[in-house]
């Protein structure tokens, strides 16, 4: 009989290639499952590991959410420690914890949410290069809170998902989508939460959204865009660098509380 393990995990993005496993690539799943079944002694069947979604290289996490089973059982704290102690720096387990057999990381959740830091300079800050997106322009957060309510609701996002993707239904709801602006640190910050999200679905809505902060695009043309259903329409993507997984929710009680407090 196995232990299944949920484990919530963070990690700085800038030098994996992604989360999934890639050959001859540094990945989060490879770095993980690694520690994985070196702190189960390498088992003859390899544990294998799977993730709530899907980051691409450069994307950080606070809150990915991953699952495996051990042979075995080790209580959640020693887990915790076992696996801290064998990832490298720019990754660490925060929390473990034993579900059922029928926990599942990915197709359980109810809900995920992100986080975007857009930086506004002309030039790139040295320190916050790796985990801001660039912008030149400056954007204005007003017509840009003005356009993020188009957004909310259930929509087909066909213009707003990038080609690669798996995905042959583009319908998804967006439950809130919030920005704000913090001037004194050269930034525009969003957050977005829904059902789930499509391949590279949140930067491309923030290259929308500068776009509109900017000028070059009308406070309400988001629906004309979802409309659409046609990628040419919105062709630019927010740099990877500014994107964070915040948070994987597999429980609506905790979902809806997430959102009366936003």
Known sequence: MTTRYKVTLAYDGTNFAGFQRQPGQRTVEQVFSKAVNKMAKDPAEPVVVFGAGRTDAGVHAFGQT????????????????????????????????????????????????????????????????????????????????????????????????????????????????????????????????????????????????????????AVDCIPQLLAAKNREQARGTAPASGLYMKKVYYEQSELQADLNNH
């Open 66 to 217: 991953v699952h495996f089973d051990l042979p075995y059982e080790i209580n959640a704290e020693g887990v915790r420690r076992g696996l801290n102690s064998l990832l490298p720096v720019d990754t660490i387990v925060k929390t473990v914890a034993i579900v059922p057999q029928s926990f599942h990381a990915r197709y359980d959740t109810v809900g995920k949410r992100y986080w975007y830091r857009a930086y506004q300079n002309e030039f790139v800050d040295p320190f916050k290069r790796n985990y801001t997106g660039h912008f030149k322009f400056h954007a204005d957060i007003e017509r840009i809170q003005q356009a993020l309510p188009d957004l909310v609701g259930k929509h087909d996002f066909t213009t707003f998902v990038a080609s690669g993707s798996q995905a042959h239904d583009h319908v998804r709801e967006i439950f809130s989508a919030e920005a704000w602006a913090l001037p004194n640190e050269d930034e525009i910050q969003f957050e977005f939460c829904g059902s789930g999200f499509l391949y590279n679905q949140v930067r491309i809505m923030v290259a929308v959204l500068m776009e509109i902060g900017q000028g070059r695009r």
